[in-house]
């Protein structure tokens, strides 16, 4: 053994000593091939350094690479101009929002570390196709970026509930949801999910059909539509679905809600404040599609007295008809209008004695109808029954005329009235309005609530 380690040291003193030798050659190789792979940065790439590499450790990778993706499905490469409109979607979006709420680090700490981006869809062999997935918790792949545009809320909101649901994911891989949320809708999920109705799934207590394909699918699919619609839209879907589907989706808002505060100390309300505001910079959401029972807002209450800038025609009316009511001894306060099932509108106005001390409610009945265009018409179907606590309409009835009749005789076009009084938009407390097609200077507004 000593003698062979011997000779081996010798051999290579030998080899060594013969290198050295050597002359200096010429490599063999056209260095230019290699060179040329060393592409200098571009303004997309710099622009992605600034938004997301530097700040946040986020690649974003949109030079086509066959390999970050399935190879088994045609998917095209992005189209370059579509990349920084995309991402600053995804910046303001989804990181804005968080940084805002759960502090500027949060995003830094627990983020997937690549978004590689596809210009297709991927299709699926069972019909559907897939706009996102999210590996390991390091990396998410966004498809169909060549027909993203940036202006259009509902493109936005497409690729913003993938990332939402994809990092859900990624949450839950920091800290796992709860282990008895499985349990509220136990025995509802199926592997052929696609072939359910969503009116079937809701009716279960899932959000979406995805939601019924696995616990942890599920929790997602909450999380991600909590935060795209809103809480006006989603209460206003939940609030449509039978009573059992209601209650499971209920508890499963409480136990994303709960989750958010005890793992990572975020309000989640808060959150989807955040989220619906940045959406709101896009483009306003369509009030009249989240108007009425199971649209999302169902109440619109007006104080017209103390509401500034109501319409100089409808406020002439309502004092018209607070000074005939003075005269019967009254005063009238205020009114709420309630939106419920079958179309149907409750009116009511509340008026007091003439010392304050006792408060009173006349109610009438509407039959509402709003067509696609958001025009509105109010049709009396009947007041309260003489006798019931809301029968009051008929003994004030005669001075309620003129408002009465401004409800009755005119088609309302539903919109914000944000350019008028500032406010939020979308959100419970949101004002809206009711404006005279053939006038449009004529309108009355109030408070949206559910």
């Known amino acids: ?12 003193f030998a080899l060594m000593i013969l290198t050295s030798c050597e002359k200096e050659e010429t490599l063999n190789a056209n260095l230019d091939v290699i060179d040329e792979r060393i592409i200098a940065k571009t303004a ?13 450790n986020i690649e974003t990778k949109y030079k086509f690479d066959r390999f970050e993706l399935d190879l088994d499905k045609n998917i095209t490469p992005p189209i370059e101009s579509q990349v920084i409109p ?3 979607m995804v910046r303001d979006v989804w990181i804005k929002p968080y940084e805002a709420v759960g502090g500027p680090t949060f995003i830094k700490k627990i983020s997937p570390k690549q978004f590689v981006l596809a210009g297709s869809a991927e299709w699926n062999d069972n019909g559907t196709i897939t706009l996102g997935t999210a590996e390991g918790g390091r990396k998410i792949v966004l498809y169909v970026i060549n027909e993203f545009d940036k202006t259009n809320r509902a493109n936005v909101e497409q690729m913003m509930q993938t990332i939402q649901h994809e990092y859900a994911h990624i949450l839950n891989q920091t800290i796992d949801y709860p282990t008895d949320y499985q349990t509220i809708s136990r025995g509802g999920y199926v592997a052929n999910w696609t072939q359910e109705t969503l009116a079937s799934g809701r009716a279960l207590g899932f959000i979406t059909q995805y939601a019924r394909s696995a616990p942890g699918e599920d929790f997602a699919e909450m999380v991600a539509n909590m935060l795209m619609m809103g809480r006006v839209k989603f209460n206003g879907i939940v609030n449509s679905i039978g009573v059992d589907g209601q209650t499971k989706i209920r508890k499963k808002e409480q136990a994303v809600v709960d989750y958010y505060k005890t793992a990572f100390n975020i309000d ?8 619906q505001d940045a959406l709101a910079n896009i483009s306003q959401p369509v009030l009249h599609s989240m108007f009425g029972f199971g649209a999302g807002y169902t109440t619109l209450y007006s104080n017209p007295l103390t509401d500034p800038n109501q319409s100089t025609e409808f406020l002439s009316l309502w004092n018209t008809a607070r000074s005939s009511m003075a005269a019967g001894g009254f005063i009238l306060k205020d009114m709420l209008m309630t939106f419920k099932a079958n ?4 009116l009511r106005y509340s008026f007091t004695n003439a010392t304050g001390a006792t408060t009173y409610y006349g109610d009438a009945d509407y039959t509402f109808t709003k067509n696609a265009n958001g025009i509105a018409t109010f049709a009396l179907l009947a007041t309260q029954p003489v006798g019931t606590t809301y029968s009051n309409m008929g003994v004030i009835n005669s001075r309620m005329t003129g408002v009465n009749n401004y409800f009755r005789n005119n088609q309302f076009r539903l919109d914000w009235i944000n350019n008028i009084m500032p406010g939020e938009i979308g959100e419970v407390g949101s004002l809206g309005a009711f404006f005279k097609v053939s ?10 609530g559910q």
Do not use: C, H, R
Request: no cysteine; charged share 15%.
């Open 343 to 346: 179309n149907i509108l409750t």
């Open 44 to 56: 997309i790439d710099e622009w992605l350094d600034d938004n997301f590499l530097t700040p946040y």
């Open 86 to 88: 995309a991402m600053e």
């Open 439 to 448: 006038d449009p200077t004529s309108y009355f507004y109030g408070v949206l």
């Open 268 to 275: 989640f309300y808060a959150l989807q404040t955040e989220v």
């Open 1 to 12: 053994m000593k003698n062979i380690i011997t000779n081996g040291l010798f051999a290579l």
